[in-house]
């Protein structure tokens, strides 16, 4: 298996940026996961799908959507009203067998996108 992210890039405050994770080898029941980290700080969950069902961190609920193509083999996360603390590097997760009380755990996925850099300023 192996994931791919990108789309990333400069963003004005308020402003949007889609990622797009792509990936070969992951099957529809996989769990994909958008983290991110920013400099000097520790990875951080952003959102995940599982099965069609969403999960949000409470810093970008309502502003970001995270969503899938299976026929594509791909996830996205569509990311609006952005704000200069989402500047960070996105990864793509995915995995298996991660159950649903694991989902924001990064632990917990077994295969990784190699990071997409979003900068939000203006």
């Known amino acids: 298996v192996q994931l791919q992210a990108s789309g990333g890039g400069l963003a004005q405050p308020g402003g949007s940026l889609r990622l797009s994770c792509s990936g070969s080898g992951f099957m529809d029941y996989f769990s994909i996961a958008w983290f991110r980290q920013a400099p000097g700080k520790e990875r951080e969950f952003v959102a995940a799908?599982?099965?069609?069902?969403?999960i949000y961190a409470e810093s970008v609920k309502g502003r970001f959507t995270i969503s899938r193509d299976n026929a594509k083999n791909m996830v996205y996360l569509q990311m609006n009203s952005l704000k200069p603390e989402d500047t960070a590097v996105y990864y793509c997760?995915?995995?298996?067998?991660?159950?649903?009380?694991?989902?924001?755990?990064?632990?917990?996925?077994?295969?990784w996108g190699q990071g997409t850099q979003v900068t939000v300023s203006s």
């Open positions: 799908i599982k099965m069609g069902n969403t």
């Open positions: 997760a995915g995995g298996a067998t991660v159950i649903s009380g694991r989902l924001r755990q990064a632990e917990a996925y077994d295969y």
